[in-house]
């Protein structure tokens, strides 16, 4: 085969290349067309979900570590740094604390202290209430603390006397103890 | 950069890539409508069958849609890439309906085609071409196909057929041959 015939058949093939109207069906270009929308769509509705899911994520890596961890030091360390607006910091304001001081007159007297507890095997139902005079000693097995310069004087007291005659209870009269 | 494109169609197709990436439909039609046609009648001659050649076309196109982010222009032209796509396409679609397609090199022996196509008026020759070219072994369809038919460099046709140039060459030579051997035998038939 000489070049000459190699030449003429590569011109023939050109040639019948040229007139053959050869091509894809047009369903073809259409359903590209719509793969191409359903992708860009699927691309756009995208967005939104990556938007929230970064948020969150945000969110999550930002959130003030709890205390317990290591020392502020290291996190700073080991974290990268975050440093936000000023404007960004929320201050709750303090619950106001109120120190109410009563005059000296309305303050309570102290509760009753009971007295041989081993005796309370039956309860009281009734009883009386004797003021006395008892010596400061006597605060000292109750556990208030007493001057050692006033140890023989003497507090007024309320004694709970039950119905059986034992005394169950002392109230140190707060007007006499100093 | 696909918003600054005013005419796709007199874009070439390397520059239209980001813009289809991007989702730029006009820049995709532009492509498909230049290319679309030489992709068909590669397939078409290869496997013979006008549904299979659509399926190619359509899944080569396919590949460009999601592919076009990924396509380095510097590696060979988006011609070529589509024809090696449409290549592997063809061959997995003829495997899916159980056809063996053979892009291997075959033993055949050469027809002595001598004056032939002296003895042939230009139309009868186109004729006896289209009857011919399916009859001839895939392997050198092919390249007759992309080299002759489509006019790509043999560069190109070595990329896309995953063999040396030197290679493309011999089977455009024997290809060729064979083609011109069987129209005589054709002539010596009609005679």
Redesign the interface.
Known sequence: ?TQD??R???V??????D??A????P???A???A???R??YR?IALWPLLAAAAAMAAVVWLRPAPPAEAPAAERAVASPMVELPVAAEIVLPKPARRRVTLPAKARPEPGFVPVGVWQWVEPMERGTILRVRLPRSAMAEFGVAVNADRWNETVPADVMVAEDGSVRAVRFVSSGVQ | MWNRISDPAAVIDEDLLESIANGNEAAFLAVYRRRQASIYRYALHLCGMTDVAADVVQETFLALLKGAAKLNADRGTVLAWLFAVARKQTLRQMAARRRHLSLEDEACELPEPAGVLDELEQAQLLERLREVIPTLPPVYREVLVLCDMQGLPYEDVAAITGCPIGTVRSRLHRGRALLAGKMRTMVGFAS
Do not use: F, G, T
């Open positions: 085969m015939e190699h003429r058949i590569s023939l093939l050109e040639k019948m290349a007139e053959d050869l091509s894809a069906p369903a073809v270009e359903a590209l067309l793969e191409m929308r992708r860009r691309r």
